[in-house]
């Protein structure tokens, strides 16, 4: 019976597939995306939906904050992962599992901290200089703290 890794790694050569075809990455991405989020956040993470709101890290801004205060934001926007995935040559399983442990992470910010994002140009990427290292190399960028980090 397949994992949650054969899963994403089947969306990933589906995603390549349609890329080679001509689609778009984004179009061609959606599925991939979809799996992502059902397979690793969801199923993997345990972190999906409003009923495991509570359970998502939070910033330290976002401490004792009310659930409807909040947003739920990807560490790595979503994307820069997808990116990853789509551009591994030869995709390799074990990779895949390892660049979702290490880049696939939400965290609880406050709106407030969600609006410095986008005001920084960073809602949907990575700073420029980014190493691939620091994965909280975006929120220092902005000045937001993760509680236990």
């Known amino acids: 019976m397949p994992n949650h890794i054969d899963f994403i790694v089947f969306a ?3 995603a390549k597939e349609a890329e080679n075809f001509g689609f778009t990455r984004n179009e061609c991405c959606r599925n991939l995306k979809t799996a992502l989020h059902q397979h690793w956040q969801n199923k ?3 972190l999906h939906g409003q009923s495991q709101k509570k359970n998502i ?11 409807r205060e909040c947003d739920v934001e990807h560490v790595i926007p979503q ?3 997808v990116n990853m995935l789509m551009d591994m040559n030869p995709l390799n399983k074990t990779e895949v599992e390892k660049i979702l442990k290490k880049y696939f992470r939400v965290l609880l910010v406050t709106k407030e901290e969600h ?3 986008n005001a920084s ?6 700073p420029e200089n ?3 290292k620091d994965v909280w190399a975006r929120y220092r960028y902005v000045g937001i703290e993760p509680e236990n980090g």
């Open 12 to 14: 990933i050569e589906q």
């Open 44 to 46: 993997t993470m345990g």
């Open 57 to 67: 890290p939070r910033s330290k801004e976002a401490v004792g904050k009310e659930l």
């Open 79 to 81: 994307m820069e992962i």
């Open 115 to 117: 609006n410095k994002l």
């Open 121 to 126: 140009g960073l809602r949907s990427k990575m």
């Open 130 to 132: 980014w190493d691939r």
